[in-house]
């Protein structure tokens, strides 16, 4: 299905990222894999390669830091510059407060991961796309966070609305090329997403999900692979998923016990 064709995915060490990888690789596509965490994209690597057969190259890569970003995508080499897919995964929540009783470390975090770590890749692929004939395809990972706020989210929700602005805005710049751009928003995913907002705490995380069937990394991946996988002609421009129990960032029904 992608045989010879090259998507890079950004927080491609767990969750969403990972689920990704794993699905792409599976319908033939060579896989760029950035992320903080090294020693875990080479060793979904290493799966990937033994499973199957997969053309992988790990990059270890902080989207905060726009140098890093800058000198990491001018730095690939030549087999590895035409970049078909451009997956911007990496995003997280930090901490959970009302706003003017949030840590401002946290704000930095997830303004300098969501909004600007996605901007810095978008402007260093995105020309490379327009090289290679103006073909191909930018997926972002939203959240339905992005369309309406809830409590002690303001700032996370603020992120992912910008996503979903800039994604639109950069539909319009790229209308009159073959360049698509997709946003993609889910609701509850059971990932490392809570614990990482939590700070690690587990008992915090796990209520998040307790009670309703959450959405996984390989539900959304499959919504990126629909995305990916229409004829040249049709541009998916946003798609939100949820759990069958959840019907908007706030409105969630869950069983006792």
Partial sequence: MFNNKTIFITGASSGIGEACARLFAQNGA??????????RIQQLAD?????????VLCLKLDVRNREEVKNTIENLSV?????????NNAGLASGFAKLHEGEIDDWEIMIDTNVK????????VVPIMMENGGEGHVINIGSIAGIAAYPYGAVYCGSKAAVRLISDGL???LVDTHIRVSNIQPGLAETEFSLVRFHGDRDKADKVYQGLE??????IAEM??????????????EITV????QASAQNVFKTEG
């Fill in 47 to 55: 799966e990937l390669v033994k499973q199957f057969k997969s053309d």
């Fill in 242 to 245: 949820t759990p069958t129990h």
């Fill in 117 to 124: 770590g996605l901007l810095y890749l978008t402007r260093h």
């Fill in 30 to 39: 060579k896989l760029i894999l950035a992320a903080r965490r090294y020693d």
């Fill in 171 to 173: 539909r319009i710049d």
């Fill in 224 to 237: 990126a692979l629909f995305c990916a996988n229409r004829p040249p002609h049709v541009q998916v421009c």
């Fill in 79 to 87: 087999p590895w510059k035409k970049i078909d897919i451009l997956i």
């Fill in 214 to 219: 959450a959405l996984t990394g390989k539900d």
